[in-house]
């Protein structure tokens, strides 16, 4: 079962909607991260978080916002949709610790009209 | 440039034959770390094996066992036995000690079909 949760599984919304996708993790893990992943293609890093009040960009350029104000709830947040934004979007978290792996939530398959 | 390098775009095996999938890497960094994840369709990631650079021997998990060539900078997935719930998407993934907290970087990922 999942220890990492990701809501919604699926989205449909039109051009300049402002969305959050939500994510939450119940495994105390510090650090929490954003990939954006297109379809049958590589992981790319948008945002990730050493802990709370603590946010970092990544290699991705994106229109994207995140917070970390409990250590278990990491919100991205899109403040006008574009098309361009159509994409699956992957959220994980991990222990601070040397080898820890990364924890993915199931996604959001953001679709944006 | 490139950090992870997975040259294969597509593979194809039979059950219960053995399948090697193939991972480059480029760091100068002496400390990091190599995972194997697994994406089905469904689109989860599921973490399959790991290999920090400093360790002795080849890691292994069930039918996983990751081939680390450290001078060739290759980190190899070989899966034994194959089955055909192993037809998914394949990433290797680094993380180097210099970028601590940056996350993982992620290769192109190969597709494995398994037939029967």
């Known amino acids: 079962e999942a220890d990492i949760y990701q809501t919604p599984r699926y989205l449909v919304i039109g051009t300049g909607k402002k969305i959050t996708l939500e994510c939450s993790q119940t495994?105390?893990?510090?650090?929490m991260y954003w990939y954006q992943q297109d379809p049958g293609m590589e992981l790319h890093l948008i945002h990730y978080?050493?802990?709370?009040?603590?946010?970092e960009k990544g290699d991705l350029s994106s229109e994207s916002t995140v917070s970390r104000i409990r250590t278990e709830h990491f919100p991205l947040t899109l403040e006008s949709a574009r098309p361009s934004h159509t994409s699956q979007y992957l959220c994980?978290?991990?222990?601070?610790?040397?080898?820890?792996?990364?924890?993915f939530g199931n996604g959001t398959r953001l679709t944006v009209t | 440039a490139q950090k992870i390098t997975q040259t294969q775009p597509g593979m194809f095996v039979q059950e219960k034959e053995a399948v090697t999938l193939d991972c480059t890497y480029d760091?100068?960094?002496?400390?990091?770390?190599l995972f194997w994840y697994k994406q089905p369709s469904s689109g989860e990631m599921i973490f399959l094996i790991y290999?920090?650079?400093?360790?002795?021997q080849n890691a292994t998990e069930g039918r996983y066992s990751l081939n680390f060539q450290k001078a060739r900078k290759s980190a190899n997935l070989v899966i034994s036995a194959s089955q055909l719930g192993d037809s998914a998407m394949y990433f290797c993934?680094?993380?180097?000690?210099?970028?601590?907290?940056?996350?993982?970087?992620f290769g192109k990922g190969t597709t494995l079909s398994v037939s029967s």
């Open positions: 994980a978290s991990s222990l601070n610790r040397e080898g820890s792996p990364l924890h």
């Open positions: 495994m105390g893990h510090d650090k």
């Open positions: 978080s050493y802990g709370v009040n603590s946010t």
């Open positions: 760091t100068s960094d002496p400390s990091y770390g």
């Open positions: 290999q920090g650079s400093y360790d002795q």
């Open positions: 993934a680094m993380r180097e000690r210099n970028q601590a907290g940056t996350a993982l970087i």
